[in-house]
């Protein structure tokens, strides 16, 4: 299939969505709640979170209403966080209580983690007491970490049992998890001794003990531990999965693969966002909501662009007399202050996945400093020849030149300095990083611009 085949593929399939979220809209807003829900009753679990996300909240809730008996509770595992918490609030706590009792005990942790504490015991008191007890204590520990993000349900065997009778307990027992990797083998205590892949298991003769065929090097996830870190080593040692121990060393969860996709990608989302300064924020978040979290940064970097006008003001006689100086000021500090967030992005990226530390941060700022110094000096050598032929000075020319350079030079140390600063002041590097870079190439550009061009101009 050529490009275009695809692109013309990917547009069918956007206008079909567009055109199955109006539909839906227009019947709901219509009242016939079963027109609606025969559009959708066919869909995928992932594309009717699609569709929920697309429609307004009170269309939402009704869709999920009229699909009654039929709703698949895993599209609520599939919506943004965002959503999942709009709905939570809208939704019936009996409603909710069945999605718990289906949904894989990270997922319901999930649903109702954000919900007010009456809601929250409301819906536990109506489930039974093992799965209220294991819910219960997943929400008790920290948000995004192992622990809340583990799955309660796995396969612990004794290190005795054979091949045989691993197999009967899997074929026979109710409440093991629908999906499963591996086997885990554990002590009396369910401190875990070693775990034993399925493919091995179906190759392996029946009457052989598991303890012969088990893996004892094993890489265990503490409940507490980030789950930014687990989903490092995931990616560190290809792993499928990995059985969670508490305090005691004691076998609690398991994390799979899918999880650690899901992380992966909250992880990147979450960092782009910071970047831009527009915080945990999504499309289906309010008006209100969406403008709280932007705010804050935007009230930073206005002060810092005040601290930019100060310096041009310390330089307004200059202007004055030389009003091409205006024209071609925010040339410099646009420069700068792009070179700033290529080098900031590449860092607090590295300083993400752990690629820069105190091992190599030396040569990484030294390798920086010296692409700065390239980069000025061919562009500036460009515009003092553009700024020659159009304003026919070429002292003009080399003054913007060396302005350039100076600025270039800071906006690469500031790009790499300021993120390295505020990850050893244990601040997060994303959403501080790029006003405080843009700060450092305005007031530079401005000030080495403008001090030259009154120093040697006027």
Known sequence: MSASDDRASAEAEEISVADLVRDVALALHDGDSVRAAGFVSDLHPRDLADVIELLSPEHRVALIQALGPAFDFDVLSEIDESVRDQLSEALPNDLLARAVTELDTDDAAYLIENLEEADREEILAQLPKGERAVLERQLEYPEDSAGRLMQSDFVAVAPYWTIGQVIAHARESDDLPDQFYQIFVVDPAFRVLGSVDLSRLLRTKREVPISEIMETDLDVVLAIADQEEVAREFERYNLLSAPVVDENNKLVGVITIDDIVEVIQDE?????????????????????????????????NLLTAVLG?????????????????AVLMPIVASIGGNAGTQTMTVTVRALATNKLGAANARRIISRETLVGLINGLVLSSIMATFVFFWFGSGHLGAVIGAAMVVNLLAAALAGILIPLALDRLKLDPAPASGVFVSMVTDVVGFFAFLGLASIYLM
Request: proline share 2%; net charge negative; charged share 25%.
């Open 268 to 300: 990147a989302d979450e960092d782009m966002r910071a970047l831009g300064g527009v915080g945990d924020e999504s499309l289906g978040g309010s008006v209100a909501e969406t403008a709280r979290s932007r705010v804050p940064w935007l009230m930073v």
């Open 309 to 325: 006008s100060f310096v041009i003001k310390a330089f307004d006689a200059t202007i004055e007399q030389m009003v091409t100086l």
